[in-house]
């Protein structure tokens, strides 16, 4: 069954340095997300992607944050400079479009990020 | 801002007996909820989902219930094994386009 693929699988940055998250979602599909867990809290959506824009953002998704289709494949979130509260587990997903139920939304493995 | 709530952390289930997992929202205008299941150091699996138009989706041993006057759904494993221990997370979309929100999650343990 295809999936969705997220590397790295940790990621350790000091406070105030950039870091890229890359994804690989499901070849079909459309929608693109980004979503991240803090230890201890609930999975939080930051994004949608759709026809190479933003289609939703949360408030979490400030200046810092950017998402970026850089080819047919690859789908990444970059964080401009990091802070320790940015610590946390990142979460891809993709969809086919239509209604997230009928269409529901596959999850990568994560990301998980570690600021210093 | 808590619009979807699972407040039991933690289940605990014998093999073969009916696991329970629920899950309360506050949002009148949540239309689809899902069910995922996440395992250790794995990204959440989709399990099931229903439309707010019905009250009642199955799916072999999973059935999901919806009580929209309560604003409150849930999750029945029947039988349970043990390999249905994982954290549950409860899902709700639908007022502003896919964006999904989850509970915390409750982490369930079927034991032999």
């Known amino acids: 069954e295809p999936e969705v693929t997220q590397t790295p699988s940790h990621q350790v940055t000091q406070m105030g340095q950039e870091v890229i998250l890359r994804c690989v979602p499901i070849?079909?599909?459309?929608?693109f997300y980004w979503y991240r867990q803090i230890l201890g809290q609930k999975v939080e959506f930051l994004v949608s992607?759709?026809?190479?824009?933003?289609?939703?953002k949360s408030e979490i998704f400030d200046d810092q944050f950017s998402v970026e289709r850089p080819d047919g494949s690859n789908f990444t979130l970059k964080i401009r400079s990091t802070k320790l509260e940015d610590s946390a587990m990142y979460f891809c997903?993709?969809?086919?479009?239509?209604?997230?139920?009928?269409?529901?939304?596959?999850f990568g493995d994560g990301t998980r990020l570690s600021i210093l | 801002d808590q619009q979807v709530k699972q407040n039991s952390p933690s289940l605990s289930v014998q093999e073969g007996r009916i696991s329970i997992l629920n899950c309360d929202y506050t949002?009148?205008?949540?239309?689809?909820f899902l069910w995922y299941k996440k395992y250790p150091a794995e990204g959440p699996t989709f399990l099931i989902s229903?439309?707010?138009?019905?009250d009642k989706n199955e799916d072999g041993r999973f059935t999901v219930f919806l009580n929209k006057s309560a604003k409150h759904l849930s999750l029945h494993i029947v039988p349970s094994q043990p390999g249905d221990s994982a954290v549950y997370f409860c899902?709700?979309?639908?007022?502003?386009?896919?964006?999904?929100?989850f509970g915390k999650g409750t982490s369930l343990l079927v034991t032999p």
């Open positions: 070849s079909n599909h459309l929608y």
């Open positions: 229903i439309s707010s138009i019905k």
């Open positions: 992607f759709y026809n190479n824009e933003i289609s939703e």
């Open positions: 949002n009148s205008m949540f239309d689809y």
């Open positions: 997903a993709s969809g086919t479009g239509g209604h997230v139920g009928n269409q529901p939304q596959h």
């Open positions: 899902a709700a979309s639908g007022n502003s386009g896919y964006a999904l929100n």
